[in-house]
Nanobody, 121 residues
Framework: QVQLVESGGGLVQAGGPLRLSCAAS????????MGWHRQAPGKQRELVAT???????NYADSVKGRFTISRDNAKKTVYLQMNSLKPEDTAVYYC???????????????WGQGTQVTVSS
């Protein structure tokens, strides 16, 4: 069974930093891309950032220059360093990983359970 477990969410004042972590565990043969998405109340889930297995990154325009995504392949963990947080960054943050459980499996997208980030003004 594959699990993605996020941690690091919480309440922070505007302008402050927060770091999210997401660790993958279980029967995993290979992890391709990993990423972070978020969903604010009443809004659709949106992409925040992605990172490939080689380390190439992609960011939503709204977080460029403030957020940094990174990963530790040995630990099967993806991170999201969030700086200069704004109230509009308030949302539930979900990590995802595109992975295969065995060498014979196709890549499949797995999601974490989400972690709440609240930015107060």
């Amino acid at each position: 069974q594959v699990q993605l477990v996020e941690s690091g969410g919480g309440l922070v004042q505007a302008g402050g930093p927060l770091r999210l972590s997401c660790a993958a565990s279980g029967s995993i043969f290979i992890i391709s891309a990993m990423g972070w998405h978020r969903q604010a109340p009443g809004k659709q889930r949106e992409l925040v950032a992605t990172i490939s297995s080689a380390g190439s990154t992609n960011y939503a325009d709204s977080v460029k220059g403030r957020f940094t995504i990174s990963r530790d392949n040995a630990k099967k963990t993806v991170y999201l360093q969030m700086n200069s947080l704004k109230p509009e960054d308030t949302a539930v943050y979900y990590c995802n990983a595109l992975l295969a459980k065995t060498r014979w499996d196709a890549l499949y997208n797995y999601w974490g359970q989400g972690t709440q980030v609240t930015v107060s003004s």
